[in-house]
């Protein structure tokens, strides 16, 4: 454990002086797993970020597919770009409400971390794979990387982050698995809260994937713009910029169009939140945890409205006929890859190859089968699509 009210130098003393009393704090960090120095020159959650930007998985996260495969087109947004996305409105979010803005950051950049290649139906077919070894969830998984799969550091497995940033990763998880995990799942089996910058995180990841995934969409000629017209977020915005710039081309009414959505959805963020800490007035980090629903909420009205974008998102673009089809192709892939490994791992590369040995005499078969879903959730898309043609295209000799 961390000393806790040591100040780490006259910098951050004053950041943590800036802070609302409910923000994260590092004089009350529940710590790290394996106890270190407190850094010389940064806040906790300052070296938590930069310790997530420096991680293998991280860099991995570029080749992996949000809702387009890699290979699709170089303007569509990848997991990297989406993380990055997600850690610039949390960042304001976080600011505007004196909220701790480093530590929103390394849980945006770091939420993702342990998605499969080829988006959720890469991650539906690795769980169906895993069914009788546990299952497989994204979220957990990343915890998983940053706290054992990543190996950067001499003296502990993982980059070793603070509870608070793990708290935020671990965004949903089973109760079967959250009666595993000790500490960090207890909230799912007593239903209460994270803190703010994990709730903050949480809906910043929401804004991002819903309105790039309408830029994506219209981008690729998936979904039109009258199809969008339907959905009443698009329709208002899109109609204000039209009435006041009817002379720009599309593409510039589009990302203004799109850039108003995640303005007016931040705005209405910020407000309704402020107005709920408000009403509860919660002493700390501890008090925020201890709710029983989160403080960080859109308005009714836009809660609404954002479920019928989603509601639209769902039937026009992640079940349109090509995105299906390449999903169909990508749970190939992973279920194949999976079932050679299992029958033969002596197909995998030598120190998976190794881990399997070790994780098998451990847990057996479901220690096997865990270390090959490690191995398979780290790949990138291309990784993934290479492996499969390798190991099943006859004519491939490498
Ligand atoms: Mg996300």
Redesign the pocket.
Known sequence: MQPLDQPVNKKTETMQDWLAPYAALDKLSLGRQYEEDTPAYRGEFQRDRDRVIHATAFRRLEYKTQVFVNHEGDLFRT?LT??IE?AQIARTIARAMHLNEDLSEAIALA??LGHTPFGHAGQDELNHCMKEYGGFEHNLQSLRVVDLLEEKYASFPGINLTYEAREGILKHCSLHNAKQLGEIGQRFLEKTMPGLEAQLTNIA?EI??NNHDVDDGLRSGLITIPQLLDVPLFKEQYEEVKQKYPDITERRTINETVRRIINIQVVDLITTSTNNINNVNPENIFAVRSCQKPLLSFSDEMKGKNLQLKKFLRQNLYKHYRVMRMSAKSTRVIRKLFHAFMETPRLLPEDFYQKVIISKSEHGETGQARTIADYIAGMTDRYAIAEYDKMFDVKNLT
């Open positions: 997991r989406h993380s997600v939420h993702d990841d991002a994937y």
